[in-house]
């Protein structure tokens, strides 16, 4: 853990975020311009790999919308390559492709800033009927596994008696290079927000096969790169990939688990032999410098395990919409224009909301990433029953006194329902002031409401420089959730990463860094637009 009085590497973050900032003035560094003959390849492939193709699902798993976050219901399946296929499938596939005129590209199961797709995932897994035990890179346009290295039976046992029982492992990573091919220096926010939504993917899919997600938080980013390889592969400059995390897959209801792995099982993967040549992304990469060097300052090193009690607060808005689990999980997407007369119900809105609020036992905030640091401020603009103005959500009640001392004074913290963390802050229409610090974009104005997600910012990273990642993967994580429970109640959301960091900071009258907003998302009505066919997510494939 890097010491609190480390004023290079806690400066070095803060001057990066100050740096990546968006003002009405001015705009982040960017390319300023779209270089299409130089975009990456949004797929990474392993070449020179065994590789082992996945089977398709034959029949999503019998699960309803709540059963994304509950577990009760959900059967519990046994660990087979077609079960381990079918979680990738609902968590990190393909989910349809689009094409307009001769312009045609795929869509993911999770959301990516820009359909650039960073995040990369890896899987080890023990010995399985027809595939051997191994480190493994999913590449989801062929929907397989290629295979790095093998991981004897001896390595397993250990893991298994490590962990106390069966499970594999799962690693997420980020190609910084296919956000920043676009978005230049902020990229390496959007980065972390998409392997927020990759974490929240994994983590709900595993549920409905009946298995829990566990990040294991007391790895360093070192491990990582031994566990899964990356030190022993030959990148591209500016290709490789940065280790983000690594989780523990096991049967729902096994007694809890270590947050970390020891040292001897580490070294016995840094003697494994890893095989496999990168695929080449682009023509050439373009250094945005400081992304490498905030990248370096956010290194995890070890840490502690990390427990994380989020209580258990009663759902009080259950809804029963009429599509499935998976089927909410495969339709969902970005939603690139409102109905500006559509609104949700008063019911439908509490019950969006709700489903952001960590709780034990429910994916997929129940991964333990990080302690609830981040909270919803709203600008409600058509909630059937719901007065328009601007509303606080507190995802962690401990932070509610401290937040209402913070920021301005003539808010009147009305509480809308009893038991329920929401608040009126100020009545009045804010579709403008939406729209404004949303970076001028119309659809944070024009559908049922939009959101800030406001983070415990200067203390988190004062104490652990690491976790500037960690909160935008938990907005991320709320994100993902946001986009399920939209689609299940008939409406679409959209991920915002364009704002005016300050001027959202304003309106709350915050003029320091105690808290910051991350991530921005919107809710509504869509209007579809009808140039647009879509295919079947592998319809490509001969299988």
């Known amino acids: 853990m890097a010491p609190k009085n480390d004023e290079n590497i806690v400066g070095g973050i803060f001057r990066y975020h100050d740096e990546t900032k968006h003002h009405y003035e001015r705009y982040a560094r960017s390319p300023g311009h779209m270089d299409w003959q130089n975009q990456p390849n949004p797929f990474r492939f392993y070449e020179k790999t065994q590789v082992i193709e996945l089977p398709l699902l034959k029949e999503y798993p019998r699960a309803e919308y709540p059963d994304l976050y509950r577990r009760e219901n959900n059967q519990q399946q046994v660990f087979t390559i077609e079960t381990i296929a079918g979680f990738l499938e609902l968590s990190l596939g393909l989910s349809a492709w689009k094409a307009v005129g001769q312009s045609r590209w795929s869509l993911r199961i999770n959301p990516s800033?820009?359909?650039?797709?960073?995040?990369?995932?890896?899987?080890?897994?023990?010995?399985?009927?027809?595939?051997?035990?191994?480190?493994?890179?999913?590449?989801?346009?062929?929907?397989?596994?290629?295979?790095?290295?093998?991981?004897?039976?001896?390595?397993?046992?250990?893991?298994?008696?490590?962990?106390?029982?069966?499970?594999?492992?799962?690693?997420?990573?980020?190609?910084?290079?296919?956000?920043?091919?676009?978005?230049?220096?902020?990229?390496?926010?959007?980065?972390?927000?998409?392997?927020?939504?990759?974490?929240?993917?994994?983590?709900?899919?595993?549920?409905?096969?009946?298995?829990?997600?566990?990040?294991?938080?007391?790895?360093?980013?070192?491990?990582?790169?031994?566990?899964?390889?990356?030190?022993?592969?030959r990148y591209e400059n500016l290709a490789g990939e940065h280790p983000d995390l690594l989780c523990f897959i096991r049967p729902w209801g096994q007694s809890d688990i270590p947050r970390s792995l020891p040292q001897s099982i580490i070294a016995d993967f840094a003697k494994l032999s890893f095989t496999g040549t990168p695929n080449k992304l682009s023509r050439q990469q373009i250094n945005w410098e400081i992304i490498y060097q905030t990248a370096d300052l956010t290194r995890k090193p070890t840490t502690v395990n990390r427990r994380y009690d989020y209580g258990d607060p009663a759902w009080i808005h259950p809804t029963a919409p009429q599509l499935s689990a998976a089927e909410i999980i495969r339709q969902r997407r970005s939603a690139t224009d409102f109905d500006r007369n559509g609104s949700v119900s008063r019911n439908q809105f509490f019950s969006i909301l709700e489903s952001t609020l960590p709780r034990n036992g429910c994916a997929p905030f129940d991964a333990e990433l990080i302690k609830a640091s981040t909270h919803l401020l709203i600008f409600v603009h058509h909630i059937e029953g719901l007065t328009p103005g601007l509303y606080f959500f507190c995802r962690?009640?401990?932070?509610?006194?401290?937040?209402?001392?913070?920021?301005?004074?003539?808010?009147?913290?009305?509480?809308?329902?009893?038991?329920?963390?929401?608040?009126?802050?100020?009545?009045?229409?804010?579709?403008?002031?939406?729209?404004?610090?949303?970076?001028?974009?119309?659809?944070?104005?024009?559908?049922?409401?939009?959101?800030?997600?406001?983070?415990?910012?200067?203390?988190?990273?004062?104490?652990?420089?690491?976790?500037?990642?960690?909160?935008?993967?938990?907005?991320?994580?709320?994100?993902?959730?946001?986009?399920?429970?939209?689609?299940?109640?008939g409406v679409r959301g959209t991920g915002i990463g364009c704002f005016f960091d300050d001027a959202v900071h304003e309106i709350l009258g915050i003029n320091d860094n105690q808290y910051q907003s991350l991530y921005h998302f919107t809710i509504g009505r869509p209007v579809e637009d009808p140039r647009l066919r879509t295919y079947p997510a592998y319809h490509h494939l001969s299988r």
């Open 113 to 233: 800033s820009g359909n650039l797709h960073p995040t990369e995932a890896h899987l080890v897994l023990p010995h399985l009927p027809g595939v051997p035990g191994g480190v493994y890179h999913y590449n989801a346009f062929t929907h397989a596994l290629e295979q790095r290295t093998e991981v004897s039976d001896e390595i397993w046992q250990q893991l298994a008696l490590h962990f106390g029982c069966r499970g594999f492992l799962v690693g997420l990573s980020s190609i910084f290079w296919r956000e920043s091919w676009k978005y230049g220096e902020r990229a390496f926010r959007y980065c972390n927000h998409d392997v927020g939504h990759a974490l929240a993917a994994v983590s709900i899919s595993a549920n409905l096969f009946g298995w829990k997600v566990t990040y294991l938080n007391g790895l360093s980013d070192d491990a990582l790169d031994t566990i899964l390889g990356f030190d022993q592969t």
């Open 396 to 489: 962690n009640d401990q932070e509610l006194n401290p937040i209402k001392q913070l920021i301005r004074s003539d808010f009147i913290w009305q509480p809308v329902e009893n038991k329920f963390p929401l608040y009126l802050l100020e009545e009045g229409n804010y579709r403008q002031q939406a729209m404004r610090v949303s970076c001028h974009q119309d659809i944070a104005g024009s559908g049922a409401f939009s959101l800030g997600m406001i983070a415990q910012f200067k203390a988190s990273i004062t104490d652990e420089p690491f976790r500037y990642r960690h909160l935008f993967w938990e907005t991320g994580m709320i994100g993902q959730v946001l986009y399920l429970a939209a689609e299940a109640h």
